[in-house]
């Protein structure tokens, strides 16, 4: 496993990832060091474990929206999908009406 060394909010740290991972995992530490450069900003004082602490919540909170906006998509969906279902059943007995009338001629 590859070892990679990375600066996080200004401490060098090593970490292992998977082989072919590198590239993502430094990606990553480079968006966690956007965000923690934000905190900084807002919290200069606080040490690098309240950091870390603040920009997990925050990622925590970010989870927690992204989860309930895919909840609320998938119920949309699934009420789109039943709407559909109830639309196609309604032409289909139209359809069968229709049939019997022209069977009756």
């Keep these: 496993m590859p070892v990679i060394n990375a600066k996080i ?8 990832c998977a082989n072919g991972e590198e590239e993502r995992f430094k990606s990553l530490v480079q968006k966690l060091n956007v965000r923690l450069d934000k905190i900084i900003k807002s919290n200069p004082k606080a040490n690098e474990i309240r950091l870390l602490v603040l920009a997990c919540l925050l990622m925590e909170d970010e989870i927690d929206d992204l989860t309930k906006n895919k909840a609320l998509q998938l119920n949309n969906a699934s009420s789109t999908d039943e709407t559909i279902v109830n639309t196609i059943d309604s032409i289909s007995e139209y359809i069968e009406k229709l049939a019997k009338k022209v069977e009756l001629m």
Excluded: D, M, P, V
């Excluded at 909010?9 to 292992?16: D, I, K, L, R, V």
């Design 9 to 16: 909010a200004g401490n060098e740290h090593s970490f292992t």
